[in-house]
């Protein structure tokens, strides 16, 4: 038998919002992000999306979901956003943003609402891997069921 998931704030609104999904857990390694967990889990780091907290030119938060091999272009996303800027947040402004440690963040179950930006390939996967609000806990889903649940706006941000 598998070892027991967490039941985190993600879990908590995946589970409301009825979605099906698989829990991933592996042994998390500090800096060692979507290519450690994509080896460790034995998938296409192509298919593991990270969650990123970025700010706008006014310190607004937002919420970018990328490709795990792909890193994202900030000044092309502030563009499509119309922001004149957006850049990644320290880590403890984004943990404050999200309610989420750094290295285990959803953007299920968000402490504040945020928009959320997602890369237009990362919807169409069949299947992702996305954090399931702990660090070392992945969730496995559905593409479609992330954007019916995230209701995000697409974007073509890689890098």
């Not at 042994?27 to 700010?55: C, M, N, Q, Y």
């Not at 272009?73 to 989420?100: D, E, F, M, T, W």
Request: glycine residues 10%; proline residues 7%.
């Amino acid at each position: 038998m598998s070892p027991k998931h967490p039941v985190t704030m993600a879990v908590r609104a995946l589970r409301e919002h009825g979605v099906s999904f698989t829990p991933h857990l592996y042994a998390w390694e500090p800096h060692g992000g979507t290519r450690a967990s994509a080896d460790a889990l034995g998938i296409d780091e192509h298919r593991v999306v990270k969650t990123l907290i970025f700010e706008d030119d006014g310190k607004r938060p937002l919420c970018v979901l990328m490709h795990g091999d792909r890193e994202v272009s900030a000044k092309n996303l502030a563009r499509q956003i119309g922001a004149k800027s957006v850049g990644p947040c320290a880590p403890a402004v984004a943990q404050k943003h999200s309610g989420y440690q750094v290295g285990g963040t959803s953007p299920f179950g968000l402490r504040r609402a945020m928009p959320i930006y997602v890369e237009r390939s990362v919807a169409e996967l069949p299947a992702l891997w996305i954090n399931g609000g702990a660090r070392g806990f992945l969730v496995e889903i559905a593409g479609s069921e992330l954007v019916r649940v995230l209701a995000p706006v697409l974007v073509e941000a890689a890098a």
